[in-house]
């Protein structure tokens, strides 16, 4: 009977074997840099991104949610889309002005921290707002990571660029801690008459995806750059 109380169900631990799978692809895309396999270091970033936040709903619907989980998830963002990014895109378009443009992933990855500490404070409190305050972590990582993709589009080359790129990863840690209002999903409301148009749309976003990756991505970036842009505009808050 002690052993059975001792016990845990499997289930329980599903959303933190998820939170386990982003962080590893993290920690691969890392691994892949310094083989300047950007291609695959870059996709396993975006895979990270695509499953953040599963772990999350699926701890709700199981009513699986904890402490720890919640700490492991900010770990592994911090690892995901901060010191991840950070080394890619050194070592990717950097390397030619090594201690310049060291400089600006220090600056990336650290605001990156400040920017997960401050999400984690906000979470305990019972009146947290609905959007976000400055770019989330990994939307954070998509537009450092955009010189990657624009390259990658044929858009244009910046692997000669390591100042732009520096000043780039830069300008995009100062978006993550700043006190612009951001889009959440969770706020995000979709009326009934219009939901077979997100579904079409939906399936758009995956045909592009297997055809023309690198573009969609920078397409998506772009698009979200603007409306932070905008946000940053329409409440006047840097």
């Given at each position: 009977?002690?052993?059975?109380?001792?016990?845990l169900?499997?289930?329980?631990?599903?959303?933190?074997?998820?939170?386990?799978?982003?962080?590893?692809a993290g920690?691969?895309?890392?691994?892949?840099?310094?083989?300047?396999?950007?291609?695959?270091?870059?996709?396993?970033?975006?895979?990270?991104?695509?499953?953040?936040?599963?772990?999350?709903?699926v701890?709700?619907?199981?009513?699986?949610?904890?402490?720890?989980?919640?700490?492991?998830?900010?770990?592994?963002?911090?690892?995901?889309?901060?010191?991840a990014?950070?080394?890619?895109?050194?070592?990717?378009?950097m390397t030619?002005?090594?201690?310049?443009?060291?400089?600006?992933?220090?600056?990336?990855?650290?605001?990156?921290c400040?920017?997960l500490?401050?999400?984690?404070?906000?979470?305990?409190?019972?009146?947290?707002?609905?959007?976000?305050?400055?770019?989330p972590?990994?939307?954070?990582?998509?537009?450092?990571?955009?010189?990657?993709?624009?390259?990658?589009?044929?858009?244009?080359?910046?692997?000669?660029?390591?100042?732009?790129?520096?000043?780039?990863?830069?300008?995009?840690?100062?978006?993550?801690?700043?006190?612009?209002?951001?889009?959440?999903?969770?706020?995000?409301?979709v009326?009934?008459?219009?939901?077979?148009?997100?579904l079409?749309?939906?399936?758009?976003?995956?045909?592009?995806?297997?055809?023309?990756?690198?573009?969609?991505?920078?397409?998506?970036g772009?698009?979200?750059?603007?409306?932070?842009?905008?946000?940053?505009?329409?409440?006047?808050?840097?």
């Open positions: 009977m002690a052993n059975r109380r001792e016990s169900p499997f289930l329980l631990l599903v959303p933190n074997l998820i939170t386990i799978l982003g962080l590893c920690l691969t895309a890392i691994r892949f840099s310094f083989d300047a396999r950007f291609s695959l270091a870059t996709g396993l970033i975006v895979f990270a991104a695509l499953i953040d936040g599963l772990d999350g709903l701890a709700r619907r199981l009513r699986a949610t904890s402490q720890i989980g919640a700490e492991l998830d900010s770990l592994s963002d911090f690892v995901c889309f901060g010191v990014p950070a080394i890619i895109v050194f070592r990717f378009g030619e002005d090594p201690g310049f443009g060291w400089v600006f992933a220090l600056v990336y990855a650290i605001c990156c400040l920017r500490a401050r999400f984690n404070v906000m979470r305990a409190t019972p009146d947290a707002p609905r959007h976000f305050v400055g770019v972590a990994p939307a954070g990582a998509g537009l450092a990571l955009l010189p990657i993709f624009a390259t990658f589009a044929g858009i244009a080359d910046l692997h000669d660029a390591p100042v732009l790129v520096a000043l780039w990863l830069g300008l995009v840690g100062v978006l993550m801690v700043s006190r612009i209002p951001t889009p959440s999903a969770k706020g995000l409301r009326p009934r008459d219009k939901a077979v148009y997100v079409v749309g939906a399936a758009l976003l995956v045909g592009l995806m297997l055809s023309r990756f690198w573009l969609l991505m920078f397409a998506l772009l698009a979200y750059l603007l409306v932070v842009l905008w946000q940053a505009v329409r409440h006047r808050r840097f």
